[in-house]
């Protein structure tokens, strides 16, 4: 798993507001990566909502609109399981690219938690469920408080 050798982070959040945005797709992976997302967020202090979109491609263009309107950081959560088409390639390369460029466009964090998986066992073993592996809604919800905090810092 590619969880082997992550840092332990505490973030204190308070003074700052995330938005997690989460796609619809895959209900037990993403309320599993939501649940993640949730734990350290209210952990570390930092004010939170959620915001639900209809799947993956959406995410960067809401994310966008939540920094854009305050937000300090963003969570972004989604699943995408490769099917028999290449629709898989395209979906995860225009979320992840999307992404890329809201963080770069805002300036602010944008906490990764897009899974790009072969089959639903894999998202299983990293949704932070009973039984999982890893917790890559915790990842990605810590990425961007520290993130916020690191950019905090540089700004003075």
């Known amino acids: 798993m590619s ?6 982070i505490e973030v204190d959040g308070t003074g700052l507001t995330i938005v997690i945005v989460a796609g619809q797709w895959h209900d037990v992976i993403s309320d599993g990566l939501i649940a993640g997302a ?5 952990a570390s202090g930092a004010s939170y909502s959620l915001v639900r979109v209809p799947g993956s491609f959406e995410l960067p263009v809401v994310c966008k609109a939540a920094l854009e309107n305050g937000a300090d950081a963003v969570v972004a959560l989604g699943v995408i399981i490769r099917g028999g088409t290449p629709h898989f390639e395209y979906v995860s390369a225009a979320a992840t690219d999307g992404l890329t460029r809201v963080a770069l466009d805002t300036g602010k964090p944008v906490g990764f938690g897009l899974l790009t998986l072969d089959d639903e066992q894999q998202g299983l073993d990293r949704a932070g ?6 917790d ?21």
């Open 129 to 134: 469920l009973p039984g999982s592996k890893e």
């Open 38 to 42: 949730s734990r350290v967020l209210e």
């Open 3 to 8: 969880g082997a050798g992550s840092p332990t």
């Open 136 to 156: 890559k809604g915790e990842e990605a919800a810590t990425a961007a408080l520290e993130t916020a905090r690191v950019l905090a810092g540089l700004r003075g």
